[in-house]
């Protein structure tokens, strides 16, 4: 009665623990990535944290790990706009993820291969990826939806909105001051 007892109190825990392992493992990203202007280039970075799989999710910070830039990708509703990588085969990166990390849209990064060719800026929505991994071997992946407005030498950043009810997003009104 006793063994009986604790297969069906074992059991259950033992099936919470993986469900809620697998869900965190199926997210799209684990933190957000910024996109902010700086000196008339647009710069692409990952936000302080970054949310860790685990029994009870917890998060990060990127000033207390080692997180290793291995992919970007940003993309256009309709188009990729840019996309590098280390090359195939290739175990660490040069690049670390830090809170004031600026990859500059469209040039070189340290030891990357570009595998799409960086397509000229135009005011409108952009997704971009940031895929990574930190030194205890956790992804560390950083997305963000938004929009790019003005023109070359008068760049501003604004959030992207999702239109009510619908799959289509739109550029936010500018903030009051």
């Known amino acids: 009665m ?16 993986c469900v809620c392992d697998g869900y965190a493992m199926s997210r799209h990203h684990d ?21 860790v799989p685990g029994f009870f ?16 990708q ?8 840019w996309e590098a990588s280390l090359p195939p085969g ?12 600026c990859i500059e849209y469209g040039q070189p ?3 990357f291969e570009t595998r799409v060719p960086p397509r000229a800026l135009e005011p409108g929505i952009y ?11 956790r992804r560390a992946w950083f997305y963000k939806r ?13 959030d992207a909105e999702r239109l009510e009810r619908t799959h289509e997003w739109r550029c936010s009104p500018p903030q009051a001051p």
């Open 74 to 81: 940003v993309n256009r509703p309709s188009a990729q706009a």
């Open 146 to 158: 938004f929009c790019l407005v003005g023109s070359a030498g008068n760049w501003s950043v604004r």
């Open 31 to 51: 933190g957000d990535a910024r996109a902010w202007i700086r000196d008339e280039a647009l710069c692409i970075g990952a936000s302080e944290t970054y949310e």
């Open 127 to 137: 997704e971009v990826l940031l895929q990574a991994g930190d030194q205890k071997r």
């Open 109 to 111: 990064v340290a030891s």
């Open 2 to 17: 006793t063994a009986n007892c604790f297969r069906s109190v074992l059991l259950p825990i033992l099936a919470l623990v």
């Open 57 to 72: 999710s917890r998060n990060a910070r990127l000033d207390q790990n080692q997180v290793e830039l291995y992919a970007v």
């Open 90 to 101: 290739t175990t660490s990166s040069t690049v670390q993820l830090r809170p004031d990390t």
